[in-house]
């Protein structure tokens, strides 16, 4: 069952589960799709972006929503691992490969599955924070 639920992308809203009464970041995202319930490691997150009151996760591969805002979803997310470079997108700190500056001055954060997330002044400036780097 989780296999065929893995493979089909869900185009319904969903929830976060709820981390442990600790206050720790969830390791997992429950997110309802046509055919169940699709249980997302949030290693697996490469990157989230918004869309209204909904925010596309992407990963593994596939997107699916979740009718979650982006700023409380970020709140849960584990800050050391997630960063919002834009005010549209998230991304996993573990899963960006390069950092790119055009000649105009804007800056993207390119994935290890090729995706480029655009990176705004302050965006930027909290991502070089997390990986201990310049850029």
């Not at 997150?45 to 805002?69: F, K, N």
């Amino acid at each position: 069952m989780m296999s065929a639920l893995t493979r089909m992308g869900g185009e319904q809203g969903g929830r976060v589960s709820r981390a442990p009464s600790s206050g720790a970041a969830p390791d997992r995202l429950t997110i309802p799709t046509t055919q169940g319930t699709l249980l997302l490691a949030v290693d697996d997150i490469d990157w989230i972006e918004a869309r209204g009151d909904y925010v596309r996760i992407h990963s593994r591969g596939r997107a699916d929503l979740l009718r979650e805002a982006m700023g409380r979803l970020e709140e849960r997310l584990d800050a050391g691992r997630f960063v919002r470079v834009h005010r549209s997108a998230i991304v996993n700190v573990a899963k960006v490969r390069e950092v790119r500056t055009s000649d105009a001055g804007e800056c993207v954060a390119v994935l290890e599955n090729g995706a480029r997330c655009k990176l705004s002044r302050s965006g930027r400036e909290r991502l070089a924070r997390l990986l201990g780097h310049h850029i």
